[in-house]
């Protein structure tokens, strides 16, 4: 079965967009942040599904390199949230509301 | 079968190595010495990087003018004039930082060798940033400069909203820099490179049919880039994180990322999306309007010091922007004078508020400054000039900075924008003199007095002195702003 390449981009676009949306509307630290996370990996599938069609062998190289400014996001992002989270019962971001203006 | 390894320039990339390096090495010394580092050796390798760095500067200038500029790793990184410049203005304002920083940690009791570490890995995301010559490497900058920043916004443990703005930037931020890439590879889809230079000489010798692939990365690359400054509608993050971080590390916040990302999107619209020039004029157009606009009129509600630099810094961003927005050779260079002049004067200014703010940095009300020059004359009249050169007043860099960009917008045929713009610096200079008039009130003359720690002191001098002396003879950074041209201008 031959499965056209904008299928693929039109998958990572939907993906992307799950991403955008759960972090603008979900309360939680941690399903924010995976919601990054979901972004940056259907970023990934955009690259490789753009390297098959170009045929060009970058876009598969530069995926490595997301990756890992995903990982070293996620190990920056984690002990914030641990810092943050450390003096208040749930990881809500509705009870961070000591700075406004 | 053999690999072959790209030639490396290694000084081109000398600055950035002798950052990543200094960092590792303090960071590989703290894990291993048995006896704790103490905070005076970090603050020295921090200032003797920098110094460090300006040196390497002076002779990749001199390299430039010899050679001409050039690009190496695969034509990855640039070495240029801009480049130049733009890494000379970083380590400055680091050299600054790290002196407040230095005093900030002894009044607050927080051990400080991790505060310069991250400082300097920080700084060396934004030096890639300014010889960036591909979209990923922008984006490892971009990172490294960001996920030094978190660290350093969550740095004070005393104060809960250290935290919480960490944790509102860290979110926003990841947020932005998933746009950012999302835009990269779109822009990789459509041009079929990820190279500037590539995407300019593809763009400039075809036609694109459907050119709906890139206009979208273009504008998520865009949309990423005004999240980073912090450009109206995308700042919402910006008072609340300038509030809530170390006041140290708002004032490195507000120096560096400026001047690494403006140097990123200078390349990227300018020398890389030149030929789009009329597509993203007219979004860049409502940025600015938006940023300059909003940034002075929001400024003048706040109560906090703190938020107001933060609503004026929006509002400054807008007066970059114009420069790209002209999109001509005069308007790059009014840019890059504009982040030079800007860039040592917030570091001061920050300086002053990090004094002001005291033991617990927290008294951050207008109201600790009122009368503060006449309880203490030179402190008090530092601030008043430092705002007044964010003003744009004669005499000072603000107004040859600002003329500078409003000419080039001009001459690019934006009449309309320079006089919006005019405007919003109108309805800001009203906020900047208020706060330099309740600098001298009268009514309240017994209130605290501020210690002023010699490091800091010294680093409010030097932005005043730059800001005064360049403000009655500008020639020598004008001249250096006009060559420092960008490689691979259209």
Redesign the interface.
Known sequence: MNVPAAWY?VLAAIL?GI??FG?LTRRS?LI??MC?EL??N??NL??V??SR??S?I??QA?VF??MV?AA??VT??L???V??FR?RPSSS?DE?S???? | MTLQIPSIHYLAILPVLIFFGAALLLMVGTALLRSKVSIAVATSTTVAVSLASLVVNFFQWRCVAKAGASTTIAHAIVLDDFSVIASAVIAVAVLMTALVAHDWAIRERVSGVEFHIMALASSGGALLMTQANDL?VI??GL?ILS?GL??LV?FD?HR??S??????Y??LG??A???F??GA??V??AT???NLTSISYFLGSNVLLRPGLLYAGGALLLVGFAFKVAAVPFHLWS??VY??APTPVTGFMAAVVKVGAFAALVRVLISSLGTQLDTWRPILWVLVVLTTVVGASLAIV???AK?MLAYSSINHAGFILLGVWAGTIRGTAATLFYVMTYAPVVVASFAVLTLVGGVGDEHHSIEYYRGLARRQPWLGGALCVLLLSQLGAPLTTGFYAKFAVLASVVDAGGGALALIALVSAAIAAYFYLRWAMALYADDDVEGVRVEVPRLTGAVIGFGVAVTILFGVWPGPLATLAQHATVLFTP
């Open positions: 981009l992307f991403g955008a972090l630290a924010m942040f990054i972004m940056l259907a970023v955009t690259f599904t753009f069609t170009l060009d970058d876009g530069i390199f997301v400014v070293a996001e920056v992002g002990g914030i949230v810092a943050v003096r971001v961070l000591e700075l406004k203006g | 990923i984006f490892l990172e996920l978190y660290v969550a443990r809960a909203t935290s919480e703005a960490a944790l509102k860290f979110l990841g947020f820099s998933a746009i890439i999302y590879a779109l990789y889809g079929g490179s990820t008072p609340d509030e809530g706040q109560r906090n938020r």
